[in-house]
Every structure is written in structure tokens, then in C-alpha cells.
């Protein structure tokens, strides 16, 4: 096409709000007869892909609860004995392995996590960490720091030792108002 005709077949494209799709512009296509023509084809426009003026949400607008307690405390007892269970079924015929160790902490993070969150204790943030190690003879101390306000946050800890590893868990229960 010269620029003339290109130039108002574009402003007539934009006009009724259809373009020519990339695919097709500029590829000539043959008939069933062997002569080739111009193919040309349009696709609808649109802004944005997903957003259209019929789906529109409106936010959700919460109201305040004022509460500025829990009304379920955290239990300690309950999660002590997830962390139990899972460190006890997980590292008790295991050898340390750096690699295996790895890969193993991120698993236990994973399975307490979940098994905490399956007691449905409303308004508490969980934060899970588990540390393994090789037992040499070495000794080894955990720190935490964290901003806590004592009438509500809490946490939950416990430690495995086998022959070859330890193994501690903790989990931290720090209430959302």
C-alpha cells in the first residue's frame, strides 16, 4: 500500500476501533486459483485484557471490630505436640546429610505450618523455623528478636537428638490486630 492509503486505512482502523492482526499484515495468501491477493484481517480492540466496565468490583469495605484482644488464646500444649510428632516421625532413623538437610528443613517448615494452620486459631500470624544439625559434640544456641507484646504473642519449641542430628522447631504465634 502507498503511505496515503496506509495512513487512512489506519486512521479508519482506529476510527471503528479495529487493527489488523499481526499475523496477517503484510502476508499474501493464494486463492484455489494460484492468484495471490492482499489478506487482510481485523481483530476487536481492546484496552486492557481483563478489564471491562461490566466486571467492575467494588471494595469491600470492613468494619472495625475493636477488638484488641484474642478471644482464643494460642495453644501452646497443642502445637508442642505437632512440632513432637512431625520432628519425631521425620528425623527419627535419619543420618545427617547436608543436602538431605536442606531440602528436609524446608519440608518440616511446610508440614508444621500447615498442621498449624489446620487448628484455625483465628487473628495469629505464624512464623515457623526449624533448624537441623550434625551432632559432634558441639553446642549450639538459637536467638530470636522480635517487637512482642506479651499479653497476647506467643510461641512453641522443641528439640529431637538422635544418634547422628538434632533437629529444633519453633513455632511463633504473634497476634494481628
Not at 508442642?80 to 519425631?88: F, G, S
Not at 513455632?171 to 494481628?176: G, L, M, R, T
Request: proline share 3%; with cysteine; glycine share 6%.
Amino acid at each position: 500500500m502507498s503511505d496515503p492509503l496506509k495512513d487512512k486505512s489506519q486512521r479508519r482502523e482506529k476510527r471503528t476501533g479495529k487493527v489488523p492482526s499481526e499475523g496477517s499484515h503484510g502476508v499474501r495468501g493464494k486463492e484455489t486459483t494460484g492468484k495471490t491477493k492482499d489478506s487482510i484481517s481485523t481483530v476487536s480492540f481492546m484496552d486492557e485484557l481483563g478489564h471491562h466496565d461490566d466486571n467492575v468490583r467494588m471494595p469491600v469495605t470492613m468494619e472495625n471490630t475493636y477488638q484488641m484482644g484474642p478471644y482464643k488464646r494460642f495453644p501452646v500444649l497443642a502445637v508442642t505436640d505437632i512440632l513432637k510428632d512431625v520432628l519425631t516421625s521425620y528425623l527419627q532413623e535419619e543420618k545427617y546429610e547436608v543436602e538431605w538437610s536442606q531440602k528436609m528443613t524446608k519440608t518440616i517448615c511446610e508440614v508444621i505450618r500447615a498442621r498449624v494452620k489446620d487448628l484455625m486459631i483465628p487473628r495469629y500470624k505464624i512464623v515457623v523455623l526449624v533448624h537441623i544439625g550434625q551432632l559432634t559434640g558441639q553446642s549450639m544456641q538459637i536467638n530470636s528478636r522480635c517487637l512482642w507484646d506479651a499479653s497476647s504473642d506467643t510461641f512453641a519449641s522443641y528439640s529431637f537428638k538422635n544418634s547422628s542430628l538434632y533437629g529444633v522447631a519453633t513455632v511463633y504465634a504473634v497476634y494481628f490486630e
